[in-house]
């Protein structure tokens, strides 16, 4: 990470939905930077890795539909003020997806506009980092402010999932929900 990006991040600590459900002693954390043109984003899942079920490592990166089925990270995007927003879905095993929604849970497609991604996965000891950067030059113009949601689901071993997020404000699990999307990212200036 450079010294730029380190000096405008913005971290961000998940909580499960439930906790009563268990966590399993996991803490879901991470920073969520931008940089002119780009998004960059650092997942960190700590604990006990063994009680999450991971999906099978992909040797490339590729586009693939209903990650949120199996354990993944999201991050949703809007633009202040407006109701369209997008879904980023991030696999652990190198799926991810990009979607445009024009208003709550309304009109999902695939979006082109980012064709691909740069994202990896670094393992060490108890810890899990998903590192992701996303060129936003056809999805967002600098100078705009977002609003942004950042989430995760975490499958069990049991078959149960858990769903993480900044907080929860609905009586089910809802990422989409806007009044979720809590980190306010100011518009950049043009240089």
Not at 41 to 62: A, M, Q
Request: hydrophobic share 40%.
């Amino acid at each position: 990470m450079t010294e730029t990006a380190e000096k405008y991040g913005y971290p961000f600590q998940l909580r499960p939905f439930a906790p009563a459900l268990g966590s399993r002693g996991l803490t879901l954390g991470g920073s969520l930077y931008r940089l002119p043109g780009v998004l960059s984003i650092e997942y960190r899942l700590e604990g006990d890795l063994r009680s999450v079920v991971w999906p099978t490592p992909c040797l490339v990166l590729s586009r693939r539909h209903e990650l949120w089925r199996q354990t993944c990270f999201e991050l949703f995007l809007g633009i202040a003020g407006e109701s369209p927003y997008w879904e980023v879905n991030l696999g652990p095993d190198g799926g991810w997806n990009l979607y445009h929604f024009t208003a709550y849970r309304q009109g999902m497609q695939e979006d082109s506009a980012v064709d691909e991604l740069t994202s990896h996965v670094v393992r060490d000891g108890n810890g899990l980092s998903l590192f992701c950067r996303i060129d936003m030059h056809k999805l967002v113009p600098d100078c705009q402010a977002l609003e942004v949601g950042i989430a995760g689901v975490l499958l069990a071993a049991t078959g149960a999932a858990t769903y993480w997020a900044i907080d929860h404000f609905e009586t089910v699990p809802d990422f989409h929900c806007r009044r979720s999307f809590l980190m306010a990212l100011p518009g950049m200036a043009k240089m």
